[in-house]
């Protein structure tokens, strides 16, 4: 068994977060979400071996990730109590971060932590149409949570590719056409180890990022991780 593990700082007493690099037959104990936050496969140590896609993630129990450039851990230990999680060190109420965002929206984030860079094509990894060449990305990650019932706010601005995995509870990521849920065009139904593996940006002429008015919403009390790629 080898790779560097070390937990992060959206660890606390309601969910573990570990961030492992260059993982190695790399024991998995327990119900874990494993993340892959990379562009290459993460492999898992079972027969047949199957791969974990990019930007991609699954539940994993007993078993081992045969190999991987690095993935996130995330395991529930506090299932019942989640919504005391936005006391833990390190969270805020989304409003007193954001000036101007709605006070009534009860969406918290909790610390955000840089887990190092990768190199990847941003036409590749966004699947569009031609590659753009290799660029380094900074990667950031964070948790959120919000309670059942709780529209995150429509935004599309976003000078990074973000993509998001379900940790605790029910809820959705959904794509407007305009800034307006009447205006719904996708609605991505979210369960504990799921992320939506398209990422909603296309990239722009100016090395930005062009997004569709998106939101999350929890159908339940919710936590989500968000992975940020921030062009350096
Ligand atoms: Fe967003």
Redesign the pocket.
Known sequence: MAGTSRQINSANAYIDAEFVMAPKDFAVEGRTIVVNPNLTPVTVGQEPVRHIPAFSSTVLVDTTIEQGDSVLLLRVLDEGNMADVVNQPGWSLFADLLPGFPRTTLLYRGPVERIGTVEFDPGLALGEEKPLGPRTFEISVNLWFAPAGTDCAI?NV?EFI?IHSQIHGYGRMQKFKERDHNTLYEDQLMSPGHTPPVPFCRTRPDGGFT?PW?QYRADTDCVWLAVEYHAV
């Open positions: 935004h976003h973000e997004y998106h």
